[in-house]
């Protein structure tokens, strides 16, 4: 994780099963074409994470924002801004683009599929071909559990151990709660990622630097 409450760790940085058309057929793609869930803190909400999912002829092209705003008696103590442009067709992952601002801090990634396989460069890692297996940190492709994941912050290629913690009831930011499928990454990072029964991301929680855990609840 870099300085700061909220890093690599919150977003490595994304219900009615699999979509019936050519955009991201083979792809988790949510029926409304979009997800979002709140960050919430200490029972208080930090920040939104939302994914606009825009079809094409053979593919999908989703759009990743996250905003994260931590304060103390009113004073802003850690900024969080993440964007993420991710392409897809015909199932196979062409490329990535990723710019993150911690603290005014900026990171920086991109991804593109070349004639050598995905060729990947980054603000911490040099140019490199990823592995075939290999997709971006979204969290909403659960195939990104398979790994290796390319970290959407810095381009950094990432192995981390996956567990599978079994179904647990997850709350919605609803209020309603649903049954979801838990899985903890670990090693290269630290972070809990809940699936409901048709695919689609549900959930996820870290703790950040002062100890505090950040949790996600789906809108």
């Known amino acids: 994780m870099g300085s700061g409450l909220i890093g690599r760790r919150a977003v490595l940085l994304a219900g009615a099963g699999l979509v019936a058309r050519p955009a991201g057929a083979a792809l ?19 920040g939104r994470h939302t ?8 593919g999908v092209t ?20 993440h964007r993420v442009v991710e392409t897809w067709q015909g199932g196979v992952l062409l490329g990535l683009d990723g710019e993150t ?28 071909i990823a592995p075939e297996r290999a997709v971006g940190t ?5 195939r990104m559990l ?8 810095d381009g950094v290629l990432l192995r981390p ?16 709660r649903i049954a979801a499928e838990h899985y903890n990454l670990s090693g290269a990072f630290d972070i809990d990622v809940w699936y409901d029964r048709t695919d689609t991301w549900a959930g996820l929680a870290f703790t950040v630097a002062d100890g505090s855990t950040v949790h996600y609840e789906r809108l």
């Open 51 to 58: 994914l606009t999912f825009i079809p094409g002829v053979d």
């Open 28 to 46: 988790p793609v949510p029926p409304a074409d979009a997800l979002a869930f709140r960050l919430i803190r200490h029972g208080s909400e930090i």
């Open 161 to 176: 151990e996956v567990a599978r913690r079994g179904v647990e009831t997850i709350p919605l930011a609803s209020g309603a």
């Open 62 to 81: 989703v759009h990743v924002a996250v905003d994260a705003l931590v304060t103390f008696l009113s004073l802003p103590i850690a900024r969080y801004r």
């Open 138 to 142: 979204t969290y909403w492709n659960r």
């Open 146 to 153: 398979e790994g290796p994941m390319i970290s959407l912050e």
């Open 101 to 128: 601002d911690k603290n005014g801090r900026h990171e920086w990634m991109n991804a593109r599929r070349t004639d050598e396989g995905l060729v990947v460069l980054g603000s911490k890692t040099e140019r490199y």
